[in-house]
């Protein structure tokens, strides 16, 4: 009975170590070049998790190539050009705008187009100054002297023959000419003196002071009149302040 399980135990023991050697085989594989057994590498499901994602490792594999470049590399954004009210230029093809001349036509200086100031001066003694502005818009012209009539009285004083200029005065719109006036005698030689309070001045045309009916001008004095006797006489029209009082 001894000798009986002694066979059986060492039956099993050979089945067993078949069993092992069986299962060795299965993971070494021999190599017909007679280099030796090889490792069969990582298991199936090591490989098939590695191939589950091939685009997802491309597109990281590209990301991690792609280096960013430099700031300027980059293309700018245009911006439109914004244009001021002052960067404007005027069109150099066009003629610059002038402003508009007197015009050439010619008038009478007259009571209606003219302002007239009547003021005494220190000098000379006994004197007063007429200034005429032009306050139209054209050309006007002063003939002759101004026939002056103070007060009440009934006649024009005469004029200084010797004061009259070489050519009509002529005024530009805003310009002025000027007559002095010989109130009284310096050196007390007049006579029938009287002060005046009003004062009216009348224009002569081109033919004389019968030749034009313009209105006359009617310039104040002072509060307090002026002084004047029978030796009161005028000058032409002047262009300037000097002739005017030069007489």
């Not at 039956?11 to 092992?20: D, S, V």
């Not at 589950?52 to 245009?78: F, I, L, N, Q, T």
């Not at 404007?88 to 093809?93: E, F, G, I, Y």
């Not at 010797?162 to 310009?175: F, H, I, K, M």
Request: net charge positive.
């Amino acid at each position: 009975m001894s000798s009986i399980r002694t066979r059986r135990v060492r039956r099993a023991r050979l089945a067993t170590a078949a069993a092992g050697v069986a299962l060795a085989a299965f993971s070494l594989t021999a190599c017909d070049d007679g280099s030796g057994v090889k490792d069969e590498g990582p298991s199936a499901s090591a490989g098939a998790s590695r191939s589950a994602d091939p685009a997802g490792s491309a597109s990281a594999s590209a990301a991690s190539d792609a280096k960013p470049g430099p700031a300027d590399a980059r293309p700018a954004a245009s911006k439109p050009a914004v244009s001021k009210p002052g960067d404007a230029k005027p069109d150099a093809s066009k003629p610059a705008a002038s402003k508009p001349a007197a015009s050439g036509k010619r008038a009478v200086c007259d009571g209606s187009r003219t302002r007239t100031t009547a003021a005494p001066v220190n000098r000379p003694v006994n004197h007063m100054l007429l200034t005429v502005t032009n306050t139209g818009s054209t050309l006007c012209d002063l003939y002759y002297y101004p026939a002056v009539k103070f007060g009440e009285a009934q006649s024009v004083p005469p004029v200084i023959e010797d004061s009259r200029p070489q050519a009509v005065v002529t005024l530009a719109p805003g310009e002025s000419g000027y007559a002095g006036v010989a109130l009284s005698a310096t050196d007390g030689s007049g006579s029938n003196g009287y002060t005046a309070k009003s004062l009216s001045v009348y224009f002569a045309g081109r033919g004389g002071l019968s030749g034009h009916d313009g209105p006359a001008a009617h310039p104040a004095l002072p509060a307090k009149g002026v002084y004047l006797d029978d030796s009161v006489e005028v000058t032409y029209w002047q262009s300037s302040m000097d002739d005017a009082l030069s007489w």
